[in-house]
Nanobody, 123 residues
Framework: QVQLVESGGGLVQAGGSLRLSCAAS????????MGWFRQAPGKEREFVSA????????YYADSVKGRFTISRDNAKNTVSLQMNSLKPEDTAVYYC????????????????WGQGTQVTVSS
C-alpha cells in the first residue's frame, strides 16, 4: 500500500525551472518503480518519466528528454522531477505514479497515483 503526495507545482516563465517532489508513505517504497505523468487540458494523460526501483534505469518521453531529470531517494521515500528549460507546452497537471517496473510505467501501467500538481508555463 502506497500513498503519494505531489508538491512543487506553480507558475513559471518559459525557459525557467521547477522541481516537483512526490512524498510516498508505506513500508515498501523501494519495491516500486516510480514515475511522472501529465495531462494538459483537452489532451489525454501522457507518460513523462520513470525510474527503476533503486534508480539504476531511467526513462523519458522524447518531448522532455534532455530537459527533465527524474531521481529518487529511497531513504527519504521521495521521487523528484527536475524540470528545466520549460516550455508553454509543458503546462499540465503532473501526477506521481508507482508501479511494478519502470518499463510498465512508460506504457501507462501504474498501480498507484497521486492527486496531481499544476504546472503552468507562461510565454
Amino acid at each position: 500500500q502506497v500513498q503519494l503526495v505531489e508538491s512543487g507545482g506553480g507558475l513559471v516563465q518559459a525557459g525557467g525551472s521547477l522541481r516537483l517532489s512526490c512524498a510516498a508513505s508505506g513500508r515498501t517504497f523501494s519495491s516500486y518503480a516510480m514515475g511522472w505523468f501529465r495531462q494538459a487540458p483537452g489532451k489525454e494523460r501522457e507518460f513523462v518519466s520513470a525510474i527503476s526501483r533503486i534508480g539504476g534505469a531511467t526513462y523519458y518521453a522524447d518531448s522532455v528528454k534532455g530537459r527533465f531529470t527524474i531521481s529518487r531517494d529511497n531513504a527519504k521515500n521521495t521521487v523528484s522531477l527536475q524540470m528545466n528549460s520549460l516550455k508553454p507546452e509543458d503546462t499540465a497537471v503532473y501526477y506521481c505514479a508507482a508501479g511494478t517496473t519502470a518499463v510498465l510505467l512508460s506504457t501507462g501501467t501504474s498501480k498507484y497515483w497521486g492527486q496531481g500538481t499544476q504546472v503552468t508555463v507562461s510565454s
